[in-house]
C-alpha cells in the first residue's frame, strides 16, 4: 500500500520561507520521479516542481529561482523549500508521482502567505 504524507506547511509571511516534506511508504519512491503539486482555491491543480530518482528538477515558472526541491532515497523523502514567498504560493501542497497516480493523493498541507 502506498502512502504520502505531506507536512511542514502553516502560515509564513510574504518574502519568508517554508519546508515542505513528504515522506512516502511503498514501493513507489525509489525508482519514481516525485513531484509537488499545488492547489489554490478555485483553480487546478498545477504541478510545481518535479524531481528525478538521479535528481534532475523542473520548476515551474512562478516558482523558478524561489523554490528548491530535493530528495533522500535513503530515507524516501522528498522535500520543498520555498523561500521569498508571495501572496499567490497560497495553496494545499501534495507530493505524488510524475505524473501524478489519482490512487496517491494524501491530505496536503496547507500554506497560507499573508502580504
Known amino acids: 500500500q502506498v502512502q504520502l504524507v505531506e507536512s511542514g506547511g502553516g502560515l509564513g509571511q510574504g518574502g519568508g520561507s517554508l519546508r515542505l516534506s513528504c515522506a512516502a511508504s511503498g514501493s513507489i519512491f525509489r525508482l519514481s520521479t516525485m513531484g509537488w503539486y499545488r492547489q489554490a482555491p478555485g483553480k487546478q491543480r498545477e504541478l510545481v516542481a518535479s524531481?528525478?530518482?538521479?535528481?534532475?528538477?523542473y520548476y515551474a515558472d512562478s516558482v523558478k529561482g524561489r523554490f528548491t526541491i530535493s530528495r533522500d532515497n535513503a530515507k524516501n523523502t522528498v522535500s520543498l523549500q520555498m523561500n521569498s514567498l508571495k501572496p499567490e504560493d497560497t495553496a494545499v501542497y501534495y507530493c505524488n508521482k510524475w505524473p501524478a497516480m489519482s490512487d496517491y493523493w494524501g491530505q496536503g498541507t496547507q500554506v497560507t502567505v499573508s502580504s
Open positions: 524531481i528525478t530518482r538521479i535528481g534532475s528538477t
